[in-house]
């Protein structure tokens, strides 16, 4: 059986990065920037991207959460969502098209508002 899995898998490559366990969030972060800044300016790079779960590997991430106006669920009731962290380019790099709203920014961050 055939799926689409959403995005063209025939130009995207893949690389993954083990990085010491030491470093803080801000070195991991530069790391990465700098580490992308130079990935795009190789010959015939069109769009690169930092993922921390790439598509179909099972490494999600979940967290609990509240929905505003709603009663709080009694403890260990909480709703939870899989989520993996991104790097702005990331749905561009696997030429994912986009539906409504935007693509994620540089702009957005952990503490950015997104309503």
Request: no cysteine.
């Given at each position: 059986m055939r799926v689409d899995p959403g995005f063209d898998k025939d130009r995207v490559l893949a690389l993954q990065v083990f990085l010491s366990r030491n470093q803080k969030a801000d070195q991991v972060i530069g790391f990465f920037d700098q580490s992308l800044e130079k990935i795009r300016t190789l010959p015939g790079v069109q769009s690169a991207a930092v993922v921390a779960s790439?598509?179909?590997?099972?490494?999600e991430q979940d967290a609990p959460f509240t929905i505003q106006g709603?009663?709080?669920p009694s403890k260990g009731r909480e709703p939870s969502a899989f989520y993996?962290?991104?790097s702005p380019d990331y749905l561009t790099a696997l030429t994912v098209p986009l539906r409504r709203g935007r693509f994620f920014t540089k702009f957005d961050k952990q503490d950015s508002a997104w309503w």
């Open positions: 790439p598509p179909f590997i099972k490494l709603q009663p709080a993996t962290e991104v």
